[in-house]
C-alpha cells in the first residue's frame, strides 16, 4: 500500500476545504476578531471528521465501487476494507475528542457532525436525503465554530450570523444534486445538469451579500460578493461551453471538482465580509484563498470526487 492510495482514500485534496469552513466560522462569529486559540482545535477535528467520513464513505460503496470505479483503493485491493474501516473510525473519535478538548459545545456539535457524517455514508443516500445530509455536514462544520466564537466572544454577536451556515449548507446541497450523476446514483438528463450548474453559479455570490445586509456591513458585503463573483464566472463559462448532448459522467466528475475548489471562495468571500469589523477577517480570507492552489496541487495525487 502507498501513501498515495490512502490520500485518494481520504482525499486528502480536499483538506484546504474543511479548514477553511472552520476558519470562516471562527471569524464570522467573532465579527471579524481572531478568536481564542483554544477554539483553533475545531481545525484538526474537523480535518478529521471529513477525512474519517471519505474513508467510511469508500468503505460503505466497496461493492458499487467494484463495479462502477474499480480503481478506487478498495476495489483495487490497495487498502483492504478492514484498514479502511479502523481508519474512519479512528478519524471520527479523534475529531470528536479535539473538539470537546477546545469546547464542550464544540464537543456535542462534533458528535452531531460525525453523526450525519455517518448517516449519509451507512443509509443517508436518495434524490433529496443525500444532499440534505452533506449540505448539513458543510453547515455544521461552518456554523459550529461559527456559534462557539460568537459566545465566548467580547462583543454582542447577533443571532442572523447563523444565516451564513445555512446559506452555505443549501449550496454545498445543491452541488451534490449535480454531483449525483457522477456514479449513477441519479439519471444524467444533460439538461438537468446544465440548469444545476447555472444555479450554483449565480448562487456563489448571495452568502456574502446576505450576510453584509444581516450586519448592515454594504462595503463588507459587496467586497465579499465580487470575490465570490470571480469564482462563478468559471462556473458559468463550463455553463456556457457546454452543450446539453456534451454532458457526460466524466464531464460532471470533472465539473464537480472544480465546484468543490469553488466551496474554498465561498467561504472566504463569508470571512471577507467581516473585514471592516475587525483585524483578523482580511487575513483569514487571504489565509483560505492560499489553501486553492494547494487544493490545486493535492488533487494530481488524490481526486476530489
Known amino acids: 500500500m502507498e501513501p498515495r492510495d490512502l490520500a485518494r482514500l481520504l482525499r486528502i485534496s480536499l483538506l484546504p476545504s474543511a479548514l477553511a469552513d472552520g476558519l470562516a466560522g471562527l471569524i464570522i462569529g467573532g465579527l471579524g476578531d481572531a478568536p481564542a486559540l483554544r477554539l483553533l482545535l475545531w481545525l484538526p477535528a474537523s480535518a478529521a471528521l471529513y477525512h ?65 457524517v455517518a448517516a449519509y455514508d451507512l443509509i443517508g443516500r436518495g434524490g433529496l436525503m443525500g444532499p440534505l445530509l452533506l449540505g448539513a455536514c458543510r453547515a455544521l462544520n461552518l456554523g459550529v465554530p461559527l456559534a462557539v466564537a460568537a459566545r465566548t466572544g467580547a462583543g454582542e454577536s447577533p443571532g442572523i450570523l447563523l444565516a451564513a451556515p445555512l446559506l452555505y449548507g443549501a449550496w454545498v446541497a445543491l452541488v451534490s444534486t449535480f454531483a449525483r450523476a457522477e456514479d449513477g446514483e441519479a439519471e444524467l438528463v444533460p439538461a438537468t445538469q446544465s440548469r444545476l450548474l ?5 448562487a456563489l455570490p448571495v452568502p456574502a451579500l446576505a ?33 446539453a448532448p456534451e454532458w457526460t459522467r466524466a464531464r460532471v466528475e470533472r465539473t464537480v471538482g472544480l465546484m468543490l475548489r469553488r466551496l474554498l471562495v465561498l467561504t472566504a468571500s463569508m470571512a471577507l465580509v467581516t473585514s471592516p469589523l475587525g483585524r483578523a477577517g482580511l487575513p483569514t480570507t487571504l489565509l ?18
Open 52 to 116: 474519517g467520513g471519505m474513508a467510511l464513505n469508500d468503505w460503505a460503496d466497496r461493492r458499487h465501487d467494484a463495479a462502477t470505479r474499480p480503481d478506487r483503493p478498495i476495489p483495487s485491493g490497495r487498502v483492504p476494507a478492514s484498514l479502511a474501516l479502523l481508519l474512519a473510525a479512528g478519524l471520527l473519535l479523534l475529531g470528536v475528542a479535539c473538539a470537546a478538548s477546545a469546547h464542550p459545545v464544540m464537543g456535542w456539535g462534533a458528535v452531531v457532525l460525525g453523526g450525519c
Open 198 to 202: 447555472l444555479a450554483c453559479g449565480c
Open 211 to 243: 450576510l453584509g445586509v444581516a450586519l448592515g456591513e454594504p462595503l463588507g458585503g459587496a467586497l465579499g460578493a465580487l470575490l465570490a463573483s470571480s469564482a462563478a464566472a468559471g462556473l458559468l463559462s463550463t455553463w456556457r461551453t457546454t452543450t
Open 288 to 305: 483560505i484563498l492560499a489553501g486553492y492552489p494547494l487544493a490545486s496541487r493535492l488533487r494530481r495525487i488524490a481526486p476530489p470526487s
